[in-house]
């Protein structure tokens, strides 16, 4: 029997003007699988979270099929998409920055309770996994740090009762200390039973917590599999992982 | 020159300029947008009244929230029309066709209403206190004590309820919103239906003080426009404080200089405030 993946694109393809940024024919990620895509500047992984919630900060033009629990979700807008459980953690701005820890940890849309597969986060679970929030829950946003920002940003995320969380390079800016906290929390977030497709530049450290892992290359995936095996992958151990290749 | 006198007479207009304004800083402040018929609709706000309580024979009471509601349809529509050109930003159209709105507005209200001046006559218009030397009407009060619970209410709404919070985040940053389940469109007819309530609510108060015409606005505008600016962009506080500084710089400036030449000075010390404080009399950038 098939599983069907929670999470499911087919035919994406992005556009700015006439340039292709993005063309894939097929990704998907299953149930409680933390898939991540890798790829050089450019590469179009950015653009691939970003069309998967039909989000931008720019005007592209996005056709193709997004699919989340085999509901086609082609035609909602952004914000329609984050209801039914389609999260996305962008780069950069994560965080109101006008606002304190715990007005950007309360929810201000109605989040449906009785979804099959979709995870409730209180407030107090929230902290319960960023303790380092409840320290600072009454500070301003740009009071943070770039760690404690995508603490918030990921816990932000989870307020809104994900069913598949959308990340997209939540190393960038951070100390590596701090990138394996963030990962082995995302890690540890699945193993609770999240659906997670982590987007990151830090090949290394994303393959030790990934399951798959999806190498794109001018907006096309030229390889993907288990982690296990992509580490022995030559391209990726050669051109990130920093093995020489015979 | 009674100086107790102009410091009530400052008072009263300093409130009533802020109840005016109030609708263009929210909107300012949430949607970044700028509504150049904003003027036009205090027109209307006030005929509107003006036809309930002298053809209709609504109590003034009634007529208030008729007006405001005619407010909240006028400005749900306004948005309507160029929804595509808020969610662009695009803010030059978006001056051109709010601009174009008053001009229709004013031709309608023409139309309909005439263009004969009329006197909106209210309870509290005919009803005086004399203190000595002292003159004010209830309508003075009236406009004091509204403009203060409006400010106060608008405050707590922004600063303490999950629909302020929306307005806030749609304001710090709409794309970021979205990723929240925020629906901006709704958030952006919501504050432009909000605009359309609040004038007309300022126009029911402050137009019963002198005559009405339905070629009026133009000067609303710009006192909107200077409290706007002077409170800084969006800040229901700095709104407040601006639009009483204003007032009272107004009702000095006449007693002891010229009435003929206040709407001058007000934009000598516009461009002063700003020279010195190019983001306006608030506490801090974003303050509200």
Known sequence: MTIRPVLEATDLKVAYGGNVALDLSHIAVRERELVGVVGANGAGKSTLVNALLG????????????????????????????????????????????????????????????????RHYSVDDVYALFPRLYERRHHLGSQLSGGERQMLGIARALRLGPRALLLDEPSIGLAPRLVSTVLETVRSLVDSGLTVLLVEQNVRAAIEVVDRLVLLERGRIIAEGPASEMRDNPRIAEAYLGAHVA | MNFTQQLVNGIVLGHAYALIAIGW?????????????????????????????????????????????????????????????????DLVSIMIVTLGFGYVLHGAAALFFGSTGQILETPFSVKDIYWGDLWITYQDIAIVIAAILFFAALKYVIDRTRIGRLARMVAEDPQLAQLAGVNVRRVYLGVFAFEGAAVALAAALVAPRTPILTSMGFDEVIITFVVVVLGGIGSVTGSYVAGLALGLFTAFFGAFVSPAYATAAAFAVLIAVLVVRPGGLAVSPGAR
């Open chain 2, 25 to 89: 800083t929210v909107l300012l402040g949430v949607a970044r947008l700028v509504n150049f018929g904003h003027g036009q609709m205090y027109m209307l706000g006030a005929f509107v009244t003006w036809y309930g309580v002298s053809r209709l024979g609504l109590p003034y009471f009634v007529a208030i929230p008729l007006a405001m509601l005619i407010g909240v349809a006028v400005g749900y529509v306004m948005q309507r029309v160029m929804l595509q050109l808020t969610l662009k930003q």
């Open chain 1, 55 to 118: 989000w931008s900060r720019g005007a592209p033009k996005v056709s193709g099929k997004v699919m989340l629990d085999g509901r086609d979700m082609s035609a909602l807008p952004p914000h329609e998409r984050v209801r039914s459980g389609l999260l996305l953690i962008p780069e950069g701005k994560l965080v109101f920055t006008q606002m304190s820890v715990e007005e950007n940890l309360a929810t201000s849309v109605d989040v449906p309770h009785d979804v099959q597969g979709r």
